[in-house]
């Protein structure tokens, strides 16, 4: 089988790798889309050690497969079904959740075990809609750890995918308004096109621009955002920056983007406005769930957010794209 072998910081290989035997508690998968992720553009530019991609590493960890083969002992799965492999779990090693195989051609699932190395995914998703189950999940599940209620209002720095799966289940499980701030207007106007609001904080003012959009609330020092919810899915210091400056009372902070130097705040004002600052990482098998859920629905046209699908041969091409928020979102490799 074909795979793509990372090396470090510019230098992939494409290597002809053999495939394991299945056993009799295995599965071998094939891949019909893999997504490219945040970490495998870090990887790619900078290098992978703070992502867990190590250099002889197989990567690429967001796809959705067929099963080619099942081994006697396993349950509930047969060769032609369509599903998700859990990175977390489905080769046995949680160590390797960035590098399970996403970017070679068959993958072997050891132990496997369904609803736990696995997900049968519906036959009413779409194969490419399918491929992006990882970072909803991921977005997912900082948007349920954010408690959000009916009637009220979220505000998420990060278009990317993993924010706008923030904004799409903070919408689902009941927000009213949400509003996406991002620096790309390319994103923007995908945001737009499925329904949320939207501020590009290089060309409006983020204050303004939100309480237009979602009314007044108050903190501390007076009128301000009426956002209950703020989601940090860019990494970025200006999301806590923007939090502290217009969070009002009671309001939830939550970071699934991945910052690489410490933050300070002032403890004063996160206590008389009784604010909740908390780290959302990973997903969980409750958000594979959830992710599917929105899938079935058809609530949202998730296509929209895939922008570029390349061919197996042009994983590099791929990449160098996905990294330009200018011009991509959800890059896809299709086998």
């Known amino acids: 089988m074909k795979g793509f072998i990372y090396n470090g910081p510019k230098n992939i290989e494409p290597r002809e790798l053999e495939l394991p035997a299945c056993g009799d508690n ?4 094939r891949n019909l889309y893999a997504g490219i992720c945040g970490s495998d553009i870090t990887a790619w530019k900078q290098g992978g ?10 990567f690429g960890h967001e796809m959705v497969s067929v099963v080619t083969e099942a081994g006697k002992n396993v349950e509930g799965i047969q060769k032609g079904d369509r599903v998700y492999p859990y990175p977390l779990f489905c080769k046995g ?11 070679s051609e068959y993958v072997h699932i050891p132990d496997c075990r ?18 992006m189950l990882e970072p909803f999940t991921v977005g997912g599940r900082a948007a349920v750890l954010s408690n959000p209620q009916p009637g009220q209002n979220a505000i998420v720095f990060g278009a990317g995918v993993i924010g706008m799966a ?9 927000c009213d308004r949400v509003m996406l701030v991002n620096r790309s207007t390319y994103r923007l106007e995908i945001a737009r096109e499925l329904g949320f609001d939207t501020c590009s904080p290089v060309r409006q003012d983020l204050k303004e621009t939100a309480m237009a959009a979602l009314g007044t609330g108050y903190g501390i020092m007076g009128p301000t955002i009426n956002a209950d919810i703020y989601v940090d ?13 217009y969070g009002k009372l009671n309001a939830i902070f939550t970071i ?3 910052h690489h130097h410490p933050l300070s705040i002032d403890p004063l004002p996160l206590t008389y406005s009784s604010w909740r600052i908390q780290g959302s990482g990973g997903y969980t ?13 058809g609530a949202f046209d998730l296509e929209k957010l895939i922008t570029q699908e390349y061919s197996h041969e042009q994983l590099e091409e791929a990449i160098e794209k996905a990294a330009v928020s200018s011009e991509s979102l959800k890059v896809l490799i299709k086998y």
Do not use: W
Request: net charge negative; with cysteine; charged share 20%.
């Open 166 to 174: 923030a904004a799409i289940t903070l919408k689902h499980l009941g």
């Open 233 to 245: 899915a860019t990494g970025s210091d200006d999301a806590l920056a923007a939090f502290c400056r």
């Open 285 to 297: 098998p409750e958000s594979v769930q959830t992710a599917l859920e929105i899938m079935r629905s």
């Open 256 to 258: 699934v983007g991945l």
């Open 49 to 58: 050690e703070s992502m867990r991609i190590y250099p002889g590493s197989e």
């Open 93 to 103: 090693d949680t160590s390797r959740s960035s590098t399970v195989g996403g970017f």
């Open 114 to 131: 369904l609803n736990h190395s696995v997900y049968k995914v519906d036959d009413c998703i779409l194969d490419k809609v399918a491929a």
């Open 26 to 29: 295995d599965i071998i998968i």
